[in-house]
Structure formats: C-alpha cells, structure tokens
C-alpha cells in the first residue's frame, strides 16, 4: 500500500504512482551523492559570482558519479576506460592504489569508485 494524495482511479494510474515511487532511491542517492560526496553543503561562496558555477559544477559531477554507480550495478564488466578519458582513470585509479598506472587496469570501473 502506498499511500498518496494525488487522485489515483485505475490500475494505470496506480502504476504511474508506483513508477514514480520506484525513482525515488535514485533521487535519494542522487542527492547523497551531492552532500556527502561532492560536500555541497560545505562550499562557502564568498560572492555571487562563484555561487552560480559551483552548484552547476555539482550537479555535473554527482550525475557523472551516479551513472558510473548506477552502470556498475548493471553491467559489473564494464572496463574503465571507455567511461572515462585517460587523465581520469589514472587519477582515480592513483587515488585508489596509490600507484601511477602505465596503461588502463584490467578490473572494472566500479573497483576505482
């Protein structure tokens, strides 16, 4: 049972209600990505100049970052390098084992996230 206030008639209805429902994690994990991840909450914009670019800037690299999530979940083989430019994968892939990698790692995408 979901309960709603929105005007639900029919089972299609019911279904556009369960739909909508259902992207509701992703929304949740969009945004926790946004505050915990990209730490949003944590930027101090000193004027109105910089406070235009840098939820923008956020907003970008969270979905960048959910998709790569999301698409590790559905396709777990998915190598690395057609998902993200070379200086990318040596950077996280510096990040995660703290070596400087001379081509792109065998493992999965997911592994450096």
């Known amino acids: 049972m979901l309960p709603t206030t929105v005007k639900t008639e029919n089972f299609e209805d019911a279904c556009q209600r369960l739909n909508g429902y259902g ?26 100049d910089s406070l235009e670019p840098c939820p923008a800037v956020g907003l970008l690299v969270a979905w960048r970052v959910y998709w790569m999530i999301m698409l590790g979940r559905e396709k777990p ?18 990040w995660a084992t703290g070596k400087i990698p001379a081509k792109a790692p065998e493992s999965q995408c997911h592994v450096l996230i």
């Open 23 to 48: 992207r509701r994690w992703g929304i949740e994990v969009y945004h926790r990505i946004l505050k915990s991840g990209y730490r949003i909450e944590d930027r101090r914009l000193d004027d109105t």
């Open 77 to 94: 083989d998915t190598p690395c390098d057609p998902i993200l430019s070379e200086e990318e994968w040596h950077v996280l892939s510096a």
